[in-house]
């Protein structure tokens, strides 16, 4: 199942804005995914698709940064599979991040976030503040200003416009 089908599936049981905020709010798909959809498949306004998807985006960045070491603390104690997964998570994390922010500093987590590809968006982006221990709340506003631009390139893909 695509995520378009996804979303028809989802908007059958709520609504189509609920729908689209869920999809942004996922990991994988983040805005995305939620705003093409909300775009082309529910035909909301680009700037409706935008907000919607914008907002579902955030609304994990602040449980992520807020929990994410000691829910990860405790389920990789309890939980070998757990703590396997969370090494390898953090240390493809730190791999993928580390050359940009010795470069940029917490500048890079604007940019990381920003770029609009697969494992780019705010919830890696959350992990990444994590892990090389950059404050609450700079790191949600370098993540929701990284996730406006990217907000910004995929509408205007959407539309058709080349951004690149």
Same mark, same amino acid.
């Not at 995914?33 to 409706?48: H, N, W």
């Not at 929701?144 to 080349?162: E, Q």
């Given at each position: 199942m695509d995520i378009t089908q996804f979303a028809k599936v989802l908007s059958e049981k709520i609504s189509p804005e609920l729908a689209t905020i869920i999809i942004s709010a996922l990991p994988v798909s983040e805005l995305r995914g939620g705003l093409?959809?909300? @775009?082309?498949?529910?035909?909301?306004?680009?700037?409706?698709?935008?907000?919607?998807?914008?907002?579902?985006? $955030?609304?994990?960045? &602040?449980? &992520?940064?807020?929990? &994410? /070491?000691?829910?990860?603390?405790? $389920?990789?104690?309890?939980?070998?599979?757990? /703590?396997?997964? @969370?090494?390898?998570?953090?240390e493809r994390t730190r791999k993928r991040f580390y050359r940009k922010y010795e470069i940029? %500093?917490?500048? +890079?987590?604007? &940019?990381?976030? +920003?770029?609009?590809?697969? !494992? !780019? %968006?705010?919830?890696?982006?959350?992990?990444?503040?994590? $892990?090389? %221990?950059?404050?609450?709340l700079p790191a949600f506003l370098f993540i929701t200003v990284g996730v406006l631009i990217a907000g910004i390139v995929v509408s205007l893909t959407s539309l058709g416009i080349r951004c690149f």
């Amino acid at each position: 199942m695509d995520i378009t089908q996804f979303a028809k599936v989802l908007s059958e049981k709520i609504s189509p804005e609920l729908a689209t905020i869920i999809i942004s709010a996922l990991p994988v798909s983040e805005l995305r995914g939620g705003l093409p959809v909300a @775009f082309f498949a529910f035909k909301f306004s680009i700037y409706k698709a935008f907000f919607l998807s914008f907002v579902g985006n $955030l609304i994990p960045v &602040l449980p &992520l940064l807020y929990f &994410l /070491e000691s829910v990860s603390n405790f $389920l990789s104690k309890k939980s070998r599979f757990f /703590e396997k997964f @969370f090494n390898w998570l953090f240390e493809r994390t730190r791999k993928r991040f580390y050359r940009k922010y010795e470069i940029y %500093g917490d500048i +890079a987590l604007i &940019l990381f976030v +920003a770029i609009p590809l697969p !494992t !780019t %968006g705010a919830w890696t982006g959350s992990l990444a503040a994590f $892990l090389f %221990g950059i404050k609450k709340l700079p790191a949600f506003l370098f993540i929701t200003v990284g996730v406006l631009i990217a907000g910004i390139v995929v509408s205007l893909t959407s539309l058709g416009i080349r951004c690149f």
